[in-house]
């Protein structure tokens, strides 16, 4: 049989789980279409043959959470995303955590912009209206990645209610309903929540639960970035008398809106914020487990690193949010914000010295990219608190910054570990890859640092085990059947890395340390990595749902 490609000779993890076996693999059209062992690999020749004796060959690895959505539009996407390729990513499922470029409507328009600088390297033109519109124009351009979309509940409620950061009235919510409905319809692959941030923070459950029924309408999946990842919040009651941890009520928030809404839910990076809430791992995980036996459709997924990039909003209270930068100009809401985060700290055990700027946007700062706040007070003079307010003020709190202390530290990692090991849990990276900035390690070794690491090293989960978790696992998460598996018939979307030396260098002293190990990465059947580095081609697709 004569084919565009053959892979001869690997040990092919096919993404199931299931234990390695030695095949040649045949490629044509985009496709896997022979896997042949023994005596028939024979039989297959191809154009290109790629010897990958002594290595592995998997499917390519899915991130089932990016944010790079707003980096796709942009000409040099490619370049810019190519660490992703690098580390063996081929599929991303972009739109998380509640906020996505689509749906644009003059009413929330310029909050969309205004947030989005966190995620983008310049200004997007917004071409487009609709989550449809947006979809055709990544599909008509070449891609460097494949991509899923989920709808952002975030931007939907934008869209709708603009500034309003209140809770929905009936109107609001078949407004938004609506807008999840199109944007189901337009081939995206679900909806994302992000209740931490707003406006999806001003989200009642009952708003949640009525947009979620559309989407089960679909099969699509509940994405839930929850209201709260420490063990006290700003978002819960204290009340003594009927205590549980605020990240296991937010938990428990989430799969009610599941139950309710009938729909298939993933929490997003289950990670616990602060050294007070590693201790509730087990608990967290209990509950999910529970929901699960008792009949919903209910998973989870986290990145192997014990820190994690988000918004410099991320720590200020409810109250605070509308019209941030304008409220610290005021003496009164800094000396509120000060007792109330000085509270926290001691409470949950994360402090200023865990909390480094990555963009700090306003070029006045950007000499103090990559410092924790504690040094920038020192180098500033400043309190640093003062410090990280004032950074919040001057990025008009579109700063970005990388929060320790999530799930262990280098000392203690074993709610990390725990959490990476369950059978429910997916690998991803939530990373916010740009050219600017101090970058997060994510972006570089997230998937070879977990098959070497953690796998390999620390003996965590098997190889087979490891890589399912990256593959077949997550595109059973997303609904993308022909992703995530190396089956006949299947997408031509492949890793040939050796398992002796797969590594992901990248760390918190060398965040953009190549990784080592991945020789070969196929998308759609085009070699998009060569010898460990990319090529210029750009074979991606946009996987619309069904």
Not at 467 to 487: D, E, F, N, S, W
């Amino acid at each position: 049989m004569r084919c565009e490609t053959v892979i001869r000779g690997g040990d092919v993890f096919d993404g199931s789980g299931a234990p390695a076996f030695r095949a040649t693999i045949g490629i044509d059209g985009g496709r896997i279409v022979a896997i042949a062992c023994d005596g028939d690999a024979a039989a297959l020749e191809g154009a290109t043959v790629l010897d990958a004796t002594g290595l592995a060959v998997a499917p390519g690895f899915i991130d089932l959470h990016s944010h790079s959505d707003w980096i796709l539009p942009q000409a040099d996407h490619g370049e810019i995303l190519a660490p992703l390729l690098e580390q063996g990513v081929t599929t991303i499922i972009t739109g998380n955590c509640g906020f996505s470029p689509a749906p644009v409507e003059p009413l929330g328009a310029r909050l969309l912009d205004e947030g989005s600088e966190l995620v983008r390297d310049r200004p997007l033109a917004f071409e487009w209206r609709t989550h449809r519109e947006f979809l055709d124009r990544l599909a008509s351009a070449p891609l460097a990645l494949n991509v899923a979309h989920l709808a952002g509940h975030g931007s939907i409620r934008l869209a709708v209610m603009g500034d309003r950061f209140v809770p929905a009235g009936a109107d609001d919510v078949s407004a938004m309903a609506s807008w999840v409905r199109e944007a189901m319809e337009a081939g995206c692959i679900g909806l994302s929540t992000g209740l931490g941030y707003a406006p999806g923070m001003f989200a009642t459950p009952d708003e949640l639960a009525a947009l979620g029924r559309v989407v089960a309408e679909y099969g699509g999946l509940f994405t839930s970035h929850v209201r709260a990842y420490s063990w006290i919040s700003p978002f819960f009651s204290l009340n003594p008398l009927g205590w549980r941890a605020h990240n296991l009520r937010a938990i428990d928030e989430i799969l009610a809106v599941g139950r309710g809404a009938g729909a298939r839910v993933q929490i997003s990076h289950l990670i616990f914020v602060g050294r007070a809430t590693w201790r509730t791992q087990r608990d967290a995980i209990a509950a999910v487990e529970r929901a699960r036996d008792d009949g919903l459709d209910v998973a989870f997924d986290t990145f192997p690193y014990t820190a994690g990039n988000t918004t410099i909003r991320v720590v200020y209270p409810p109250w605070a949010q509308h019209d941030l930068p304008q409220n610290l100009s005021s003496a009164f809401v800094r000396a509120r914000l000060r007792a109330e985060l000085r509270v926290l700290r001691r409470l949950i055990g994360i402090d200023v010295s865990d909390i480094q700027l990555l963009h700090a946007v306003d070029p006045t700062f950007e000499g103090l990219e990559g410092w924790r706040f504690d040094e920038i007070g020192r180098l500033l003079g400043r309190d640093p608190i003062d410090a990280y307010f004032d950074v919040t003020r001057a990025s008009a709190a579109k700063a970005r910054v990388m929060l320790f202390q999530y799930s262990g530290s280098a000392e203690d990692e074993h709610a990390l570990r725990d959490t990476l090991a369950h059978p429910l849990n997916a690998i991803e990276t939530d990373t916010i890859l740009t050219s600017s900035g101090h970058h997060n390690p994510a972006s570089f070794g997230t998937f070879p640092r977990f098959l070497g690491r953690y796998s390999r090293d620390l003996g965590l989960v098997p190889l087979a085990t490891a890589i399912h978790k990256a593959t077949g696992l997550p595109a059973a998460r997303a609904g993308l059947t022909q992703r995530g598996l190396v089956r006949e018939g299947c997408a031509a979307d492949l890793v040939v890395f050796d398992p002796a030396t797969i590594a992901g260098p990248a760390d918190f002293d060398a965040p953009t340390a190549r990784p080592c190990g991945i020789r070969d990465v196929l998308l759609n059947g085009v070699a998009v990595v060569a010898a460990g580095r990319c090529t210029s081609a750009r074979p991606g697709l946009l996987l619309r749902r069904g």
